[in-house]
């Protein structure tokens, strides 16, 4: 089994900063995707930002410029440094990782807990 680990939410002022962690354990055996996905109030989930094994990165067109996901891959940890927050920012925010538990299996994907984030005067 794999458990995803967040941590690094909270309150923070329109214009702030936040770090988001999220570290996986378990039987892992390799991880190719990781990402970051939010839901807010009445909103679908989306996908924030996502970074695969190579480094290569993707982002949500609304948080470009402002935000930065990086991986250690010999931590199996993935990061979301937020800058220049905005209230519609608010969300939780869940990590995602694609995760082979063995050279043979195929890939799962697993989910983290959430963390909430609130940008907020």
């Known amino acids: 089994q794999v458990q995803l680990v967040e941590s690094g939410g909270g309150l923070v002022q329109p214009g702030g900063s936040l770090r988001l962690s999220c570290a996986a354990s378990g039987s892992i055996f390799s991880i190719n995707f990781m990402g970051w996905y939010r839901r807010a109030p009445g909103k679908q989930r989306e996908l924030v930002a996502g970074i695969i094994s190579t480094g290569s990165t993707n982002y949500a067109g609304s948080v470009k410029g402002r935000f930065t996901i990086s991986r250690d891959n010999a931590k199996n940890t993935v990061y979301l440094q937020m800058d220049n927050l905005k209230p519609e920012d608010t969300a939780v925010y869940y990590c995602?990782?694609?995760?082979?538990?063995?050279?043979?299996?195929?890939?799962?994907?697993?989910w983290g807990q959430g963390t909430q984030v609130t940008v907020s005067s």
């Open positions: 995602n990782a694609d995760v082979h538990t063995s050279i043979l299996s195929p890939r799962a994907v697993y």
